[in-house]
């Protein structure tokens, strides 16, 4: 069973450019969450999506928008980017009757230049 | 605002030694907390989770507790090898099923 899977792995982009960041997610689940952490720091919550729904979202801007498809894989859009998004990106996935507990994937190193 | 706070940030021992890792959080009203292992590379992995109901939980060589009053849990890992070396992260989950996390403590075991 293969756990949860993200690509890419590392992503380099410009100012100002968009980046789209994919998350497949465990056999079984239905809920993804997005998180991002920079260097040296916890996670921060991006959004959840549930049913192709976006259910909660944390406190980033508009720019950070995402996706859900029928199959349960979800990707993330990030617009506009700013040096200072550049961070680990995590997926994490979780079944609805189980919210807390989270199965992450590797991430996606992005770098922002 | 729920705050957590992981002391130290950095922590290195010789193999074999117990010790304890430590985190704290300003508001009491949680669901469970959770300590975290990030490898580089390979995600995060959960370790033990304890529900706000329970004082400590077992797994292994780790032990984890709880002290919700007090707003702090820790994490006691026995009989330290070079392969526990990694960050650790504990999380807090709140009513609207979110974790709040703390920074980590990087944890290096000297063979």
């Known amino acids: 069973d293969a756990g949860v899977t993200q690509s890419p792995t590392h992503l380099i982009k410009t100012r100002g450019q968009q980046v789209t960041l994919r998350c497949s997610p465990k056999s079984g689940h239905d809920t993804v969450s997005w998180y991002q952490q920079a260097l040296g720091q916890g996670p921060q919550f991006i959004f959840q999506?549930?049913?192709?729904?976006?259910?909660q979202r944390g406190n980033f801007p508009d720019r950070f928008s995402g996706h859900q498809f029928p199959n349960y894989s979800s990707e993330l859009n990030v617009n506009a980017l700013l040096l200072g998004d550049s961070a680990l990106y995590l997926c994490?996935?979780?079944?609805?009757?189980?919210?807390?507990?989270?199965?992450f994937g590797p991430g996606t190193r992005l770098t922002v230049t | 605002k729920q705050e957590v706070t992981q002391i130290p940030a950095a922590l290195s021992v010789p193999e074999g030694e117990n010790l304890v890792l430590n985190c704290s959080f300003t508001d009491s009203a949680i669901y469970n907390l959770q300590w975290f292992r990030q490898d580089p590379g390979k995600g995060l992995t959960s370790l033990l989770l304890i529900q706000s109901s329970q004082r400590e939980q077992t797994s292994g060589r780790l032990n984890a507790s709880l002290d919700k009053s007090s707003g702090r849990s820790t994490l006691y890992i026995a009989a330290s090898q070079p392969g526990d070396s990694a960050t650790y992260l504990c999380?807090?989950?709140?009513?609207?099923?979110?974790?709040?996390w703390g920074a980590g403590t990087k944890l290096i075991i000297k063979p």
């Open positions: 994490a996935s979780s079944t609805l009757a189980a919210l807390y507990e989270q199965y």
């Open positions: 999380a807090v989950g709140d009513s609207n099923y979110q974790l709040i």
């Open positions: 999506y549930y049913e192709e729904e976006e259910r």
